[in-house]
C-alpha cells in the first residue's frame, strides 16, 4: 500500500495529485485528474491523502459520496506547530507557511466567514492563496522537520494525526447532521411560549411575562433590556449589580419569579425559537458547522447554530429515525482522570482505575466521605479555584495526591511567569501577550456582567463568556493550570473520534454530535449493542495512545434512546 499522496483540487472541478516519499517530498510526477472524487476512489492503495486544508476538500468528496479513512491537514498541523514554536497567531495558511519557508513576505490569512444556514461549503471564502502541488509537497516536508524539533516528536506527530482525524469526523457530521424532529420542535415552543404574534413581536407568554415585571415595578419596564431592570430595582431601593439570576434570585421583591421565568423563555426564543428552526433545520436533520480545534485548549465549537448549546428541553427534538436509535455516551470524570494520567500521581491514578465514582473513591481517602468536598476540591485544582475553602480543601488533597496537585501548580506558575504551557501530546498555549478573551472558554474565571449561559449548556461551555486579562499574572496562571487539563483531555477525545470513526465504519451508524465529554451516534436498532460496545472499546484504545500504559480507565455512561433528552 503506498503510504501517502498529496492532493490538491483545482478550480475546474479536477485535482493534481502525487506520491510522497518518506522525506514529505514528491516522490512521483504530478499528475492531473479531470475529477477530484475520481482522483481519490480510483487510488485505494493510498493509505493518507495530504492537502491543504480538510474544510476546503472533504466535503466535495463526501458529497461525491467518497470517504477518506485518513489525512493530513497542512494548516491545521500549521497552527499546532507555530503555537509550539510560540508563535501563536501567525499566518496559518499554507501560502503564509511557504513564504515563510523561502523568506518572502508572508501573507495573512483569508477572512474566515459565518457560517450560513444550511451550507455545506468550505470554511474559508474561495479567495485562499492557491498553492501548487510542488510547493505544498515542500511546506509539508518542512513541517515534518519542524516536528523533529518539538520536545516531543512522537507526540506532537500523534497530535497532527489526530487533530486531522478530527477534521475528518467533523466534516462527516457537518454532511449527516443531527435528527430533528421540526413538529416537536414546534410543539415545544408553542407549550412554553404561547402563540405566536403577527410582525414578529414577542409571543403571548412572554408579552404576559412582561407585563406581571411591569405591574411589580409599578410602571413599564423591558425585562429584556438589563439596563432598564437594574433602575427599576434601583427605584424600588434594591440595588443588583447584573440581571443574573444567581444574583436575582435571592432578591425580595414580586417582580423576581416573573423576571426569571421570562428570561428562561426570552433566550429559548431568541436562541432556538422559530427563526432558528426555519433556518437550520432542513429534511430532519441539523446541521451546526462543526469546527474541530475551534478554541486554544482544542476543544471544538460549531460556526453557527449554537450547536454545542441545545437547552434540556430543546433536547426532545432530538429524535432518532424510525427503527433507528441515538446511542448516547458521556466520559465520567473525564478531567480528574486526565489529571491522573499527566501527573502520573500513584494515587490518583490507582483511583481513576476504577469505573466506579472517582469522586466518592477521592473523598473516602482524603475528605472523611464527604464526595460534594471531593468534587470541589479536584475542579478547585484544576480550575484555579485556591482561595478560602478552595484553600483548605487544595491542602487535603495534596496531601493524599501530591503529584496531581503539584503538575497543575507547575503549570500555573509557569502561566504567572509568562512561560508556556503544553498539553500531553503537546497543544501549546498562546503566549501571553497574545492570550487575552481568546484564550477564552477555558479560563473559568467570571467577568461580573457576562451574560449566564444557557440552560443545559454543557460542560464544554463552563467559563463561555469569561476570560481574563493576559497582563494580570494570576489569572494567567489559573488558565494554564486549567490549559494542561482540558487540553490533555482534547487530545485525548480527538483519538477517541478517530477510533470509534473506524469502529463503525462498517456499520451504517453515524457519528452525528460531540461537545467535549460527549458523544452522539445515530445507528439502526440493531446495531446499538455494537456501537455500545464500540465506544467503549474506543475509549480504552485512546487512552493507551494518548498517555501510554497507565492504570486510569476512562469509562462513559451510555444510553440508548430514541430521543435525546431521555439520555439524562
Not at 477518506?68 to 510560540?86: F, N
Not at 510542488?134 to 494525526?161: C, F, I, W
Not at 444567581?246 to 432578591?251: A, N, T, Y
Not at 462543526?290 to 465549537?301: E, S
Request: proline content about 6%; some cysteine.
Amino acid at each position: 500500500m503506498t503510504e501517502r499522496w498529496a492532493l490538491a483540487p483545482a478550480e475546474d472541478g479536477g485535482a493534481e495529485v502525487a506520491p510522497l516519499g518518506p522525506d514529505g517530498l514528491l516522490a512521483g510526477p504530478v499528475r492531473r485528474e479531470p475529477d477530484l472524487a475520481g482522483a481519490v476512489r480510483g487510488r485505494a492503495e493510498v493509505a493518507r491523502w495530504v492537502w491543504r486544508s480538510t474544510a476546503e476538500v472533504y466535503p466535495m468528496l463526501l458529497a461525491a459520496g467518497v470517504r477518506v479513512e485518513r489525512c493530513y491537514d497542512i494548516e491545521d498541523a500549521e497552527t499546532l506547530l507555530l503555537g509550539h514554536e510560540g508563535r501563536y497567531g501567525e499566518p496559518r495558511s499554507a501560502a503564509a507557511a511557504l513564504a515563510r519557508l523561502r523568506g518572502g513576505p508572508v501573507p495573512s490569512d483569508p477572512p474566515q466567514r459565518a457560517a450560513e444556514p444550511g451550507s455545506q461549503s468550505p470554511l474559508f471564502e474561495p479567495q485562499a492563496v492557491h498553492v501548487p502541488l510542488t510547493d505544498l509537497a515542500e511546506v509539508y516536508a518542512e513541517q515534518q522537520r519542524r516536528h523533529d524539533r518539538t520536545a516531543h516528536p512522537d507526540r506532537m506527530r500523534l497530535l497532527t494525526a489526530a487533530e486531522s482525524a478530527g477534521m475528518l469526523v467533523a466534516a462527516e457530521m457537518n454532511r449527516s447532521g443531527l435528527p430533528w424532529s421540526a413538529d416537536v420542535h414546534r410543539a415545544l415552543l408553542h407549550e412554553m411560549l404561547g402563540e405566536r404574534y403577527a410582525g414578529g413581536g414577542e409571543p403571548r407568554r412572554l408579552a404576559e411575562l412582561a407585563d406581571e415585571v411591569s405591574a411589580a415595578f409599578g410602571r413599564r419596564v423591558r425585562p429584556d433590556l438589563p439596563a432598564d431592570v437594574i433602575k427599576a430595582f434601583a427605584q424600588a431601593g434594591i440595588k443588583v449589580r447584573s440581571t443574573r439570576r444567581w444574583e436575582i434570585e435571592s432578591v425580595d421583591h414580586p417582580a423576581v419569579k416573573p423576571l426569571i421565568e421570562y428570561k428562561k423563555l426570552y433566550r429559548i426564543w431568541v436562541a432556538h425559537g422559530w427563526s432558528w428552526l426555519q433556518d437550520w433545520v432542513r429534511d430532519g436533520r441539523f446541521r451546526p458547522e462543526f469546527l474541530a480545534g475551534g478554541t486554544v485548549t482544542g476543544r471544538w465549537v460549531t460556526n453557527g447554530g449554537g450547536g454545542l448549546q441545545i437547552p434540556k428541553v430543546i433536547r426532545r427534538a432530538v429524535v432518532a429515525d424510525p427503527g433507528w436509535r441515538l446511542v448516547v455516551a458521556d466520559a465520567d470524570q473525564m478531567e480528574p482522570r486526565v489529571l491522573a494520567a499527566i501527573s502520573r500521581d500513584p494515587g490518583l491514578m490507582e483511583v481513576a482505575g476504577r469505573e466506579s465514582d472517582l469522586y466518592q473513591s477521592v473523598s473516602d481517602r482524603a475528605f472523611s466521605g464527604d464526595r460534594a468536598q471531593a468534587k470541589l476540591a479536584v475542579l478547585g485544582a484544576v480550575y484555579g479555584q485556591t482561595s478560602g475553602d478552595g484553600l483548605k480543601n487544595l491542602a487535603a488533597l495534596r496531601r493524599r495526591f501530591p503529584k496531581a496537585v503539584a503538575y497543575v501548580d507547575d503549570a500555573a506558575r509557569a502561566g504567572e511567569e509568562g512561560r508556556l504551557v503544553r498539553t500531553w501530546l503537546g497543544r501549546t498555549c498562546p503566549p501571553a501577550a497574545g492570550a487575552a478573551a481568546d484564550a477564552d472558554e477555558e479560563a473559568g474565571i467570571p467577568i461580573p456582567d457576562a451574560d449566564e449561559p444557557a440552560e443545559g449548556s454543557g460542560s464544554q461551555d463552563w467559563g463561555r463568556g469569561y476570560g481574563y486579562a493576559s497582563t494580570n499574572a494570576r489569572a494567567r496562571g489559573r488558565f494554564a493550570r486549567n490549559f494542561v487539563v482540558q487540553g490533555s483531555a482534547a487530545d485525548w477525545t480527538l483519538l477517541l473520534l478517530a477510533a470509534l470513526r473506524q469502529s463503525c465504519a462498517g456499520l451504517a451508524a453515524e457519528l452525528v454530535f460531540f461537545q467535549h465529554d460527549e458523544v452522539i451516534v445515530h445507528c439502526p436498532q440493531e446495531e446499538a449493542d455494537a456501537v455500545v460496545t464500540a465506544i467503549r472499546d474506543a475509549a480504552e484504545l485512546a487512552g493507551r495512545l494518548t498517555f501510554g500504559q497507565t492504570p486510569v480507565r476512562f469509562p462513559f455512561t451510555t444510553a440508548v434512546v430514541e430521543c435525546y433528552a431521555d439520555a439524562k
